[in-house]
């Protein structure tokens, strides 16, 4: 089954403690990306990655870290999780694909993990 | 201004009604763009990409203006399995892909 899949779904840990949220995807898409989604404020992307050893920063990288050693996953490290970064967490994967007939198109059509649900006291 | 807004709704529709989504994003430079459902506390879903010919899915029809900046999204004959989070999605290309997401609709389909 096609999927994205995600480790720890839920967590709660406590300031300062290095955690790493896996992300995976069987679906060999080079794009791969990770967002936080915070009441009032919606889906915000942290960091992404164009495909193996090419990272980039999103709009909310700072207290992330993220590497793509491989195509297939695509961790999210927290070096010093604060509480400002308790929120729920996806990882998406994409291919590119160029829309037939229509010169230029490029789409980047995501596919979603489960989620990780994470409390940082 | 948020670079890509969206209705802030909610919207509270009878089962059979037609029901429209907009977006306008402000990023002249984005290059696509894309509907997702998300249903409470769970992962977004792509519902549809959104073409510049125009894209029709069964009951859901998605419209893109590039000169106005502006997305839609139609549903027609709602059902109750509608009531849901619109986001209206929009990547633009700075040597990466950046996606921006809108705050969403939420939709509540009644009988």
């Known amino acids: 089954e096609a999927q994205v899949t995600q480790n720890p779904r839920y967590l709660i840990t406590v300031t300062g403690k290095k955690l790493t949220v896996t992300c995976s995807q069987n679906?060999?898409?080079?794009?791969m990306s990770w967002y936080r989604q915070d009441p009032g404020l919606g889906l915000r992307q942290i960091y992404y990655s164009m495909n193996v050893e090419v990272t980039d920063k999103g709009d909310v990288p700072e207290g992330y870290k993220v590497s793509r050693k491989e195509k297939r996953n695509f961790p999210l490290i927290l070096e010093s999780p604060s509480p400002n970064q308790t929120s729920l967490y996806f990882c998406a994967s994409s291919l590119s694909r160029r829309v037939v007939g229509l010169a230029g198109e490029t789409t980047y059509e995501q596919y979603f993990g489960p989620g990780t649900r994470l409390t940082v006291t | 201004r948020k670079e890509v807004e969206q209705d802030p709704g909610p919207f509270n529709v009878p089962e059979g009604a037609t029901v429209a989504f907009n977006c306008t994003y402000s990023?002249?430079?984005?290059?696509?763009f894309f509907w997702y459902r998300q249903d409470c506390r769970k992962e977004p879903k792509l519902l549809m990409s959104v073409y510049s010919s125009g894209n029709e899915d069964g009951r859901f029809t998605a419209q893109l203006n590039r000169a106005s900046q502006y997305i839609s999204l139609l549903i027609r004959d709602s059902k109750l399995s509608d009531s849901a989070t619109y986001l209206c999605?929009?990547?633009?290309?700075?040597?990466?892909?950046?996606?921006?997401f809108g705050a969403g609709t939420r939709l509540f389909v009644k009988a």
């Open positions: 990023n002249s430079a984005s290059q696509s």
């Open positions: 999605v929009v990547n633009t290309y700075t040597g990466g892909f950046k996606t921006i």
């Open positions: 679906m060999n898409h080079e794009y």
